[in-house]
């Protein structure tokens, strides 16, 4: 079994990113099919969710099409995210295959093993995982992100606890048999909530974020349980080779920060999380223990692990009370920030951007956020890592399209409310959600659907009509987005009713496969 990190020899930075940057170019063929994660839950169809395989080929006469579907064995899965058991692992084997996708299920606590590697275009189900060993072996469930750890074992992040409440964490599979080994960190060191993560080997660290309470959010947005604690609000460092919890960043009350990412260069210490109800996206970076200051603030985590913002600034300063265990510090400070607007005819009086996804490009030239309620995808050029520039900026649907329900009184941003996205004479709706992004940088993929009782809730057509898959053409020059008018995958046209479709992998590898150590 190969991990899905690549070892990279240790070279001066810019010599290192010229490197992995024509390795990639170089060595990666364009991606010429996808696996898209799809579920029929909360729909009026009552069929179980599905792998949709898409073909990706121009050349194809099946181009922009689903050319094979894997049913999974059972209903209301909500097949969620989706990741590699292993990849490829050094420059002579660059374009290794995947064998093996992991499906772990958001709702009904599942895990499914898929063969991709035997027949890449018809892929099969191997394993699966109960709920029930999920639950008396690790007692977590709600599963979501899963990632490859430089053992070949898999990581999967988890957001509650068999009961719904929120609990944070991981639990392991074997990377050879995929046998569930148990949790990943000690128990009395496990996050309020969880949801993404991302590590960098070199650093000896792993960060994650929150999520939110599944058994109060998973029924739909109440404005009443902001305030309440369901939203979560922490940032957590840890250390990769003893599992255990370093630091943790308090973000703001409702935060709700999501989806996490290092730089890709191996030697690079920092990263982004973006936060899905404040649209504040933060730079996470190490730091010297000696220039820190002895911040600390209470914020109810075991072994007292402290966050606060230094007076005045925009800078968050995490340490842990112990010395012993201060010698790699991080810090935080704020990068993006996207307001809400001011609206009419919607839950609330403002509404957030609702940042769901956030992409590095391979050569950590852009920086991407997919924003599901305003609706628009963003490009941010990250020269300087600390100011990311704003270069490209496309609308794919959203809630303040002109002509809707929603009404925008004030906007930092518009003047105008956007247009309706009609493609193929399909009119767009919802906003976009999960992103994938070609190696080359050139191509974004983008689907609509974020969480099947959130789009029920907010986009109702959606669920109605089914969602889409666009592509976006990315200009990695200047920068810049414009849609492909000539592409659009309707799932609104499956065989067994419109469905909803969610995660994007590549078979040839993409922008959030693998991990470089």
Known sequence: MQSSVLRVPHLPGCCERQVLLSVFRNGVPREEVAYVTCTYRETCTDQPDFLATVDLNPRSPCYGQVIHRL???????????????????????????????????????????????????????????????????????????????????????????????????????????????????????????????????????????????????????????????????????????????????????????????????????????????????????????????????????????????EKGGGVWRGQHPDPALDRDNWAVEEVIRIPAKEVTGWIMPKMPAFTVDLIISTDDRYLYLSNWLHGDIRQYELSKTCKPRLVGQVFVGGSILRGGPVAVCRDEELKCQPEPLVIKCKRVYGGPSRMQLSVDGKRLYVTNSFYSTWDKQFYPNVVKEGSVMLQIDVDTEQGGLTVNKNFLVDFGKEPNGPCLAKDIHFACGDSTSDIFA
């Open 71 to 309: 049913p999974m064995p059972n209903l209301k899965d909500e097949l969620h995210s989706s990741g590699w058991s292993a990849g490829c692992t050094c420059f002579d084997n660059i374009t290794t295959k995947r064998n093996k996708l992991i499906l772990p299920c958001l709702i009904s606590s599942r895990i499914y093993v898929v063969d991709v590697g035997s027949q890449c275009r018809a892929p099969r189900l191997c394993k699966m995982i109960e709920p029930v060993d999920v639950f008396w072996k690790c007692n977590k469930g709600y599963l979501n992100i899963p990632r490859s750890l430089p053992s070949g074992d898999i990581l999967i992040a988890n957001v509650g606890d068999p009961s719904g409440n929120g609990k944070g964490g991981f639990i392991v599979l074997d990377g050879e048999n995929f046998e569930l080994k148990g949790n990943w960190e000690n128990e009395c060191e496990t996050p309020c909530t969880g949801y993404d993560f991302w590590y960098q080997p070199r650093h000896n660290v792993l960060i994650s974020s929150a999520g939110f309470v599944l058994k109060c959010a998973g029924y739909g947005f109440n404005p009443d349980y902001l305030k309440k604690g369901v939203f979560g609000r922490h940032l957590n460092v840890w250390n990769l080779s003893c599992r255990t919890l370093t630091q943790c960043f308090d973000l703001g009350e409702d935060s709700l920060p999501l989806s996490v990412k290092f730089l890709h260069n191996p030697d690079a210490a920092e990263g982004y999380v973006s936060c899905a109800l404040s649209g504040v996206v933060y730079r996470f970076y190490k730091c010297e223990a000696s220039i820190l200051p002895a911040a600390r603030g209470d914020l109810g985590l075991p072994k007292e692990i402290w966050g606060s913002r």
